[in-house]
């Protein structure tokens, strides 16, 4: 895998001149879609600010495709209106929206180079030779892959042929950048690698991007606002850091992340794993419950423990060094937490 470029590599003259105008706004009105009697979208409202990395997430079928699709036009709602930077492009063509695409699986066209792939864009808006020229080289450059230009798809592996479709989107200087689960094919470090890239060329670029994933720890890592949907609906929407520390519901709190919950005096409280104590770790003030070792699993900064309790499977995070005695499946425990480190939920 190539080596992504430093952070403080000054960007080529063609994006360092549009950054600070690159990016407009998303506002989607009313959107509703259908297929059939199915309903896709009941009645969706969303604003994306320009220059905010916004990512859907959900499960499959919750409509973060659809509406991704509805934003570049390769579907047309019901119901309800689609604006880019104040205009209205409802049944706007998809080719005069001025939006890139990254898919999964890349799209390249296979019988291009790198180049050519890249360049495809340009010259269906019949630039000149040396514009179209100078354009590729910068934006390969950009990307990490100015080096690989002449090689077919083929040729590349799964990383390098996501950064192509990448500078591919980014090419022709799009208003919005849309992103339908780039990442899901590549392995761990690799997409560890490529969102670092994707978070620098946003920094620099001040890109409006709406990235679509239902991996909650690729959410966390890029986004600067999460939406998380189900069933067509926006059910909370916000910084990763607030919806995973104030979510607004049970279904927020165990869909971002890992949450106990607990039937207590009334109410539901929701607690991580990570403020769940187990033994010699509990403190006077925490409220106590007995249970028994299930399974532990080395997480290496952690060990992940399973309570068995009545009603429930309770996990918790505890450090490292804890000794065994607390860890070893078959052993009765007591699990406790602070009423301050609990989330609180009115009662179903």
């Known amino acids: 895998m190539q080596h992504i470029a430093e952070s403080n590599s000054p960007l080529p003259p063609q994006f360092a001149a549009q950054a600070e105008h690159q990016g407009k706004d998303i506002a989607l009105s009313g959107i509703r879609k259908t297929y059939g009697p199915a309903v896709a979208l009941p009645e969706l409202s969303l604003d994306v600010p320009r220059g905010q990395f916004c990512t859907l997430l959900g499960a499959s079928g919750s409509g973060k495709t659809t509406l991704l699709k509805i934003i570049a036009g390769f579907e047309a709602p019901d119901a309800g209106s689609v604006r880019i930077g104040g205009g209205d492009v409802t049944h706007t063509p998809i080719a005069l929206r001025n939006i890139?695409?990254?898919?999964?699986?890349?799209?390249?066209?296979?019988?291009?180079?790198?180049?050519?792939?890249?360049?495809?864009?340009?010259?269906?808006?019949?630039?000149?030779?040396?514009?179209?020229?100078?354009?590729?080289?910068?934006?390969?450059?950009?990307?990490?892959?100015?080096?690989l230009l002449g090689r077919l798809p083929r040729e590349l592996s799964g990383g390098q042929q996501q950064r192509v479709a990448l500078a591919r989107a980014l090419v022709f200087t799009p208003d919005v950048l849309l992103m339908d689960e780039p990442l899901g094919a590549?392995?761990?470090?690799?997409?560890?690698?490529?969102?670092?890239?994707?978070?620098?060329?946003?920094?620099?670029?001040?890109?409006?991007?709406?990235?679509?994933?239902?991996?909650?720890?690729?959410?966390?890592?890029?986004?600067?606002?999460?939406?998380?949907?189900d069933h067509g609906r926006i059910v909370?929407?916000?910084?990763?850091?607030?919806?995973?520390?104030?979510?607004?519901?049970?279904?927020?709190?165990?869909?971002?992340?890992?949450?106990?919950?607990?039937?207590?005096?009334?109410?539901?409280?929701?607690?991580?794993?990570?403020?769940?104590?187990?033994?010699?770790?509990?403190?006077?003030?925490?409220?106590?419950?007995?249970?028994?070792?299930?399974a532990s699993t080395f997480c290496a900064l952690h060990w992940k423990i399973f309570i068995e309790a009545p009603g429930r499977t309770v996990v918790a995070y505890v450090p490292a060094g804890t000794g065994a005695a607390e860890r070893t499946p078959g052993q009765s425990v007591v699990w406790g937490f602070s009423a301050t480190d609990a989330m609180e939920f009115a009662a179903a």
């Open 236 to 294: 909370q929407a916000g910084a990763p850091e607030a919806l995973y520390r104030t979510p607004e519901s049970p279904f927020v709190a165990g869909f971002l992340g890992e949450c106990n919950f607990v039937d207590r005096a009334g109410c539901m409280l929701g607690v991580r794993p990570e403020n769940v104590r187990i033994g010699t770790q509990l403190t006077s003030s925490d409220l106590r419950h007995e249970g028994r070792i299930v």
């Open 100 to 147: 890139g695409m990254v898919f999964q699986n890349y799209a390249l066209f296979p019988h291009m180079t790198v180049f050519d792939n890249v360049a495809f864009a340009l010259r269906m808006r019949r630039l000149p030779r040396d514009e179209i020229r100078r354009r590729v080289g910068e934006v390969l450059e950009l990307v990490s892959m100015d080096t």
């Open 186 to 229: 590549l392995d761990k470090n690799l997409r560890q690698a490529i969102q670092l890239q994707l978070k620098k060329l946003h920094h620099e670029l001040g890109l409006t991007i709406v990235f679509v994933t239902h991996d909650q720890e690729e959410a966390m890592n890029l986004s600067e606002r999460i939406v998380i949907m």
